[in-house]
């Protein structure tokens, strides 16, 4: 899966530690993290998040006047419109502002702890400041958004076509030719005196030639193999019948006592 790259801004609220390692095995995630006081230090952090990370998280109050809510709206230029109540089922009180075209979010029990905004491939997710709601929300609804944004990142990076620039498609066109054409390469015969020779180009004659020599070559090592066959065999039937004279005239005899081509040569020598 692809890594994506994903700041959290905690405003005017403490940070969580726990909130962060969730996020950080929902999906490859790299993590930024920042802790702000005031409206003049949110804008510049989201000013520098938005042109470093896919998805941007901001924890703050959603029910402050002045929260972060009203100074994001400002920053990037989205109004803030109050949500259908009925239309999502939300039992808070009070009105529920978000930005415009913006998806909230809500909990089992009808709770308004957010939104969800997003501009063209940047999304950010406005959270509430209260930890357990805020849990419950991420473990419901936010963590399968990250990883679907993320698998979505890694198939776009999968199959984005290369970019070739014309200049570079013409120097591979001629780099290609070059490799296919001879090499010709310019013989010094005097100062001042050169000459460039013709590629090689074989004839038929030597095409010919080529081609008795493949099947001489064949036959040669068809008859070798023959032959070595031949041999093979008689070796072998020659082992097997001194093996079966052995066999007859000596071990036979030993076992039964005998040894006649023993006795018979000692009678010839004694005779001599």
Do not use: W
């Not at 909130?19 to 003049?40: D, Q, Y």
């Amino acid at each position: 899966m692809a890594s994506i790259k994903l700041d959290v801004i905690y405003y005017k609220t403490q940070s969580d530690f726990e909130f962060e390692f969730n996020l950080s095995g929902c999906a490859g995630v790299r993590l930024f993290k920042e802790k702000i006081e005031t409206p003049k230090a949110l804008v510049t952090s989201l000013a520098r998040d938005v042109a470093r990370s896919r998805v941007i998280i901001v924890v703050a109050d959603l029910t402050d006047e002045n929260g972060g809510v009203s100074v994001i709206s400002k920053a990037i230029g989205l109004p803030l419109v109050a949500v259908e109540k009925e239309t999502y089922n939300i039992a808070s009180e009070g009105d529920c502002n978000l930005f415009k075209g913006a998806t909230p979010l809500v909990t089992k029990n009808g709770v308004f702890v957010g939104f969800i905004a997003e501009s063209g491939p940047q999304s950010i997710i406005v959270l509430t400041s209260n930890r357990a709601l805020r849990h419950e929300i991420m473990d419901s609804y936010v963590h399968k958004y990250i990883f679907e944004v993320a698998q979505l990142e890694a198939y776009n990076e999968k199959y984005k076509a290369p970019v070739i620039a014309e200049s570079e498609t013409v120097e591979n066109e001629v780099s290609e030719k070059k490799e296919t054409e001879p090499e010709i390469i310019p013989i010094d015969l005097a100062p001042g005196t050169s000459i460039n020779p013709l590629p090689f180009v074989k004839d038929e004659e030597d095409d010919e030639n080529e081609e008795d020599e493949k099947q001489l070559n064949k036959r040669l090592n068809q008859k070798g193999n023959g032959l070595n066959i031949a041999l093979l065999v008689i070796v072998v039937l020659l082992l097997i019948g001194f093996g079966v004279l052995a066999y007859l005239f000596i071990y036979i005899p030993l076992l039964n006592g005998e040894a006649p081509f023993l006795s018979e040569g000692i009678k010839y020598f004694l005779r001599r």
